[in-house]
């Protein structure tokens, strides 16, 4: 049985009395241990996917489809169920770490928060619960991991504050790990390290991770799978070795030749707009390898093999 | 944050005496003569002669020239003398140490009422978020700030004090009277610091701090009170600074309605009377408070907002 399995998942929004479709009959799946990368350029629905994971979304969000966790469809379960699960099974790293922390509270007490919740700790491992988090600041290799608990946010620099985000993901050893763009607000040089740490992480702790980012260096370095992304829908999927050197998507092949180290040829042309309604294929406008049936078809899913799908009208043929 | 301490109390003294600079000198290019007025207010019609104007002159120093007169009232004002009221003939120190506590009371009640309507009324509105109740307090707020406060005043009285008879119509003969006054003058403020509360909780409800308090398990209590709150009420705090204010000069108009006998009314027959000594003793007391306020204020702001506390030192 997988660990997590998204099965058709729709999610628009109500924005003025007009519905924005962001993700549109996504399918994803997590074993245990294993590390998924959804990769997609800005604003094509990588976070919405997450945040739908753990059932955060703004109230003008109307989500639909199924999202089993160990088997059991949480989309169904009870808020209060669902609660005491966030953050202890499906724990988070969101993105942006300037914005991410309260400004106004001790870095170590928000790190804290994460296992003071409900019943998670009795009321000893209460009185060594400065302990308890230092010990995480240590393990990533936070600076006076004991002078860290009584600082601000504001005090610390961006790649501190990741840290910090970091350790509240992993404090309580979840199975699963919601990671957004962990690499965006940092300086390239330390990127890698961040990605790698995460890795150590990881196997550590034996969970299983989301990994949301466009960062496909960084991907490259921890994914096991990738699914690709594009306008709210899951274009590719596939171990990561075989998407990255063998792409079989236009948009996919698009997205690696754009890397730097691949030659930096970026793609022509936007993403479209949510508000849009299709009756071709979403990537068809930029496409560089659109066919005579792109104008008239709507793409499905076809298996590339057992591990690899794409949805490209070029594949209705089989490969 | 001593250096920073020092550095407000002199610019409470720089605007102190740029407010009673210029007061004095309004006053003086205003129409009519001072001593006339003051016969006038005192003793009525009758009493205004050209015997009594020169007596009247040259008991208050008042053929001086007004840069005389005005450098002399600056020098006694720094020993603490404000000077004896034309009026009253008494200090003008001891007439307002008479009046203020009164003014005090009233304004910290109107201030407490606010406050205890305007915060909840706000939270509540930003949770329900274009909800009814939401629709409803701004629909309240709308009619509180649009009502002119003399005629909210005035509508007060005639329907609690002299149709239900639940409250005195003016005076401060018992501890009811205070309620009429003490609610027009914050009818305003609660207007205002409803939607500024509002307004801070739906902009730290929409930060991403917000969705990882979520993202941890929290209930949604905890992360009302820990989180949205105690980033939302800051902001309020330099509002209310400002609303105190406001208080303070609305108290002027409200005390004379009510009788109340505060510094307002005395401020008002100061002004008749051309009473220069009451009016710049008026002002003062206005300014200062507003002035301290406005101090102590930023002084909470920076013990509770460590991101001002830490570039306050940085610049140390």
Redesign the interface.
């Known amino acids: 049985m997988k660990l997590l399995e998204v099965k058709n998942l729709n999610v628009s929004f109500m924005v003025e009395d007009e519905k924005v479709h962001v993700l549109n009959d996504v399918s994803l799946d997590i074993s245990e241990n294993e590390v998924l990368a959804v990769i997609g350029e800005t604003g094509c629905g990588k976070s919405v996917t997450g ?1 739908s994971i ?1 059932r ?1 979304l703004p109230e003008n969000a109307n989500i639909s489809g199924e999202i089993y966790y160990n088997g059991e469809n949480i989309l169904e379960m009870p808020e209060e169920k669902y ?6 099974e499906i ?2 790293v ?3 770490p300037s ?7 001790k870095v170590g007490d928000q790190v804290a ?2 296992i003071t ?2 019943n998670r700790i009795n009321g000893k491992e209460k009185a060594t619960l400065k302990g308890v988090v230092n010990g995480i600041f240590s393990k990533l290799k936070l600076p006076r991991e004991n002078e860290m608990y009584d600082n ?1 946010p ?2 610390l620099s961006g790649g501190m504050r990741q840290r910090i ?1 970091l350790s ?1 993901g992993i404090i309580t050893s979840p199975n699963l790990l919601v990671v957004d763009e962990p690499t965006k607000a940092i300086d390239w040089v330390l990127r890698k390290d961040i990605v790698k740490e995460l890795k150590a992480l990881k196997d550590e702790m034996k969970c299983a991770m989301l990994f949301i980012t466009h960062d496909l260096g960084a991907a490259s370095i921890i994914a096991d799978r990738i699914a690709v992304m594009y306008s709210g829908e899951i274009v590719e999927t596939g171990p990561a070795d075989e998407v990255l050197n063998n792409p079989k998507h236009p948009y996919t092949k698009g997205l690696i030749s754009a890397m730097p180290s691949r030659g930096l040829n970026v793609m022509e042309g936007y993403m479209p707009s949510f508000t849009d309604t299709f009756d071709t294929c979403r990537f068809f406008p930029r496409c560089t390898e659109k066919t005579h049936m792109c104008d008239t078809q709507i793409p499905k899913s076809f298996s590339i093999n057992e591990h690899h799908t794409v949805k490209c009208n070029m594949y209705c043929g089989g490969n | 944050m001593t250096k920073y301490l020092i550095r407000r109390i002199l610019m409470v003294v720089g605007v102190l005496w740029m407010v009673s600079t210029l007061t004095y000198f309004t006053v003086h290019v205003t129409p009519g003569d001072t001593a006339t007025a003051v016969l006038y207010e005192l003793y009525g019609e009758d009493a205004v002669n050209t015997e009594n104007l020169e007596r009247v002159r040259e008991k208050y120093d008042l053929n001086e020239s007004v840069f005389k007169q005005y450098a002399e009232w600056v020098k006694n004002a720094f020993t603490g003398n404000f000077g004896t009221s034309y009026r009253y003939n008494k200090p003008v120190s001891y007439m307002i140490g008479l009046r203020l506590p009164n003014t005090l009371k009233l304004g910290i009640t109107a201030f407490i009422f606010s406050v205890l309507i305007a915060i909840p009324l706000g939270v509540i509105s930003a949770l329900q978020h274009n909800k009814l109740f939401d629709h409803i307090s701004r629909i309240f707020v709308l009619i509180t700030s649009s009502f002119p406060a003399f005629w909210v005043a005035i509508v007060l009285i005639i329907v609690c004090a002299l149709k239900l008879k639940l409250f005195p119509v003016s005076g401060m003969d018992s501890p009811q009277s205070i309620v009429l006054p003490a609610l027009t003058l914050s009818l305003g403020m609660i207007a205002t610091t409803t939607r500024m509360m509002r307004a801070s909780m739906l902009d730290v409800m929409s ?3 917000i ?9 949604r209590n905890k992360i009302i009170v ?2 949205i709150l ?2 939302a009420i ?1 902001p309020i705090i330099s509002v209310l600074g400002l609303q105190i204010g406001h208080i303070l000069g609305g108290a002027v108009v409200i005390e004379n309605i009510f009788s109340w006998p505060g510094v307002g009314g005395l401020f008002i027959d100061a002004i008749n009377a051309k009473d220069m000594p009451m009016i710049e003793g008026c002002v003062l007391v206005i300014a200062f408070g507003y002035a301290a306020i406005n101090l102590v204020v930023d002084i909470i702001y920076a013990a ?4 001002i506390r ?1 570039s306050g030192e940085a610049k140390k």
């Open positions: 945040s753990l955060i609660r005491l699960m966030r953050g202890k724990a988070s969101p993105q942006s914005t991410s922390l309260d400004p106004l509270m928060e994460c919740v409900g601000y504001c005090e985000l509240m | 930060q991403d701090y969705w990882v308090a979520k993202a941890k398990g929290l209930t820990r989180h105690r980033n800051p509770i907002n460590p991101e830490y």
